[in-house]
């Protein structure tokens, strides 16, 4: 890897040399800024979300609903509230945090992790497996 680099590096100089003098520092900054777009082109493209399994938004919806069961109070009844206008699995993969922290009042951390992590199969298809990782 050092070694394209300092072939590259040599490379870039030695183009640059050709250029007449007075333009040779424009030229370098040129060249060096289109080095990492020139790269970038070369990734491979990632594939596009597998949507083909994605659940519906009401079913995602329903076991948002089921990790809160047995949880109370009026934090909960706000959490249930942005779960039903909620207008994509976007909107309910955000809710995350808001869920962890009702059902970690009511039981504890572990619970709360628990029942968070289960989620992460409704969203297959709707958030890239980036995303995707357990609390």
């Given at each position: ?36 777009s ?36 009026m934090?909960?009844?706000r ?35 628990r ?17 995707l990782?357990?609390?």
């Amino acid at each position: 890897m050092i070694v394209a680099a300092l072939t590259l590096r040599t490379a870039i100089r030695s183009l640059i040399a050709l250029f007449p003098g007075g333009q040779q520092d424009r030229w370098h900054q040129l060249i060096i800024m289109a080095i990492p777009s020139f790269f970038a082109a070369l990734r491979p493209i990632r594939a596009a979300p597998d949507t083909v399994n994605r659940l519906p938004l009401e079913e995602i919806r329903q076991h948002l609903h089921q990790v809160l069961h047995d949880c109370q109070g009026m934090a909960v009844q706000r959490v249930i509230y942005k779960i039903n206008v909620a207008g994509s699995p976007v909107d309910l993969w955000l809710l995350r945090s808001d869920l962890y922290l009702c059902i970690s009042r009511t039981h504890d951390q572990a619970e709360a992790a628990r029942r968070v992590n289960a989620l992460l199969s409704s969203f297959d298809g709707w958030m890239p497996l980036s995303q995707l990782t357990p609390i």
